[in-house]
């Protein structure tokens, strides 16, 4: 059973100690109770350096450990504040306004909370979207001068494939590929899209013979170049997209980090209909305790120009 606040009150209320935000965690964790990392007995008892002792093998395991928590020397109301932000803002947070509201000393902290949960709004597993699913390519960056259209020097390419259902747009997947190449198009196709599913897409020769990956394609213009709306979810998510980028992220986004922002703008659309905020901070604690924690400097070494503060980490 779902089980989250629904308004601000009730979310300061309920998570004002650092023990209420433990048991919640633990819920998240373990629904049916505790299991042992090593050896999944059930029964453990918490010591008073707050780990849990395994009563099997004796395996000792914090509470955060193996989550994108682990190792943090901050505490979880802090954290539980940054979730509840990072939800509650309808078209997404800034490092800098995370930082404001949270009280952080340091921007890199900041910066690193942001994509810690970004990498959290992707659930393991998640599955690929079926039925009827348009497919196409957007290129994504600042100005700069140029060739338009697939091949466009100095832009990345992002693969949009968009669940129609009806008159309306249901699930959308996005993703980075290399190239415009039928290798890249058709491998992330694989990635998004289950097979079976009638995919349409415009005449570029990159998407031949997605029949024999189990698809049922329908080409809906055979010129490449044609600017006609006829993939209209993916050209609405693309504008979308871009728009959210622009007004969000004032645009500068890295090629190194553009996949995490593909999901934190996946993770908002595909949940954009949700009757509370609170929904979205429960998924994305769901998703926290079961996302390898990722270190710091591996996410903070692109930062050029930036030395970064690790202690207020």
Not at 22 to 27: H, P, S
Not at 115 to 120: N, P, S, T
Not at 169 to 177: M, N
Request: glycine share 10%.
């Amino acid at each position: 059973m779902e089980d989250y606040p629904r308004t601000t009150m009730e979310f300061e209320k309920r998570f004002a100690t650092e023990e209420a935000c433990r048991a919640y965690i633990e819920r998240l964790r373990w629904p049916n109770g505790f299991r042992c990392t090593r050896c999944d007995h059930a029964k453990a008892w918490l010591t008073a350096r707050k780990v849990y002792h395994c009563a099997c093998c004796g395996h000792e395991t914090s509470l955060t450990a193996g989550t994108i928590f682990q190792d943090t020397k901050r505490p979880l109301r802090l954290w539980f504040r940054a979730v509840w932000h990072v939800t509650s803002q309808k078209y997404g947070a800034s490092a800098l306004g995370l930082q404001r509201v949270l009280g952080l000393g340091s921007y890199h902290t900041a910066w690193a909370w942001l994509h810690k949960l970004r990498r959290a709004m992707v659930r393991p597993g998640r599955d690929r979207l079926s039925g009827r699913v348009q497919f196409d390519e957007t290129y994504v960056g600042g100005d700069k001068p140029g060739k338009r259209g697939r091949g466009a020097a100095g832009k990345a390419l992002v693969v949009i494939a968009a669940q129609v259902v009806g008159a309306r747009i249901g699930r959308i997947r996005l993703q980075t590929v290399p190239n415009a190449g039928g290798e890249s198009l058709q491998t992330a196709m694989s990635q998004m899209v289950d097979p079976g599913a009638v995919v349409e897409t415009d005449g570029w020769k990159g998407y031949n013979g997605i029949e024999r990956l189990g698809y049922v394609r329908r080409v809906v213009r055979e010129g490449s170049e044609d600017t006609e709306n006829l993939l209209p979810a993916c050209h609405r998510v693309a504008s979308l997209l871009k728009r959210w980028l622009l007004g969000t992220l004032q645009g500068a986004v890295s090629h190194e980090h553009l996949g995490y922002y593909l999901d934190e703008f996946t993770f908002r659309f595909n949940r954009r209909t949700s009757a509370s905020r609170g929904q979205l901070f429960f998924r994305l604690l769901q998703n926290a305790v079961v996302i390898e924690p990722t270190p710091v400097k591996t996410m903070i070494k692109h930062v050029r120009g930036k030395k970064p503060n690790y202690k207020m980490l």
